[in-house]
């Protein structure tokens, strides 16, 4: 992204801490953290209940213990998803540049900043 005075007419500076602050909720909030703990979850709940009543949809499913493996298979998607948020975090740059693109914005819309047009 570029920074000519076409596009962001005033940079708005962040202290470290705010950035800090910043990264840090943006990558606890991350959505893989949320669908990967929404797959864990409700594959445990899934994983339990074909454990505790395994010959509750055998008949149904023609002999498959299907909660048994739709909640194995839910544990392993949520665990892939925390893995890949591990592995492939979202980048410290792109997040400050991003909020800082926002802070313009508002600024602009509220009036703060002269465009000069």
């Not at 007419?9 to 943006?26: A, C, G, I, N």
């Amino acid at each position: 992204m570029s920074n000519t005075s076409e596009t962001s007419p005033q940079r708005v500076h962040l202290s470290e801490e705010e950035k800090r602050d910043l990264v840090r909720h943006t990558r606890r909030t991350d959505l893989r953290r949320i669908i990967g703990a929404l797959f864990v979850f409700y594959g445990v709940v899934v994983t339990l209940t074909g454990v505790v009543d395994p010959a509750a949809d055998v008949a149904k499913t023609g002999g498959i213990h299907i909660n048994l493996w739709t909640g194995l298979s839910m544990l392993v998607a949520g665990v892939l998803f925390f893995v890949w948020d591990r592995l492939s975090p979202v980048p410290e740059r792109d997040i400050v540049e991003s909020a800082e693109f926002e802070e313009i914005h508002k600024a602009e819309g509220a009036g703060e900043i002269d465009r000069g047009v």
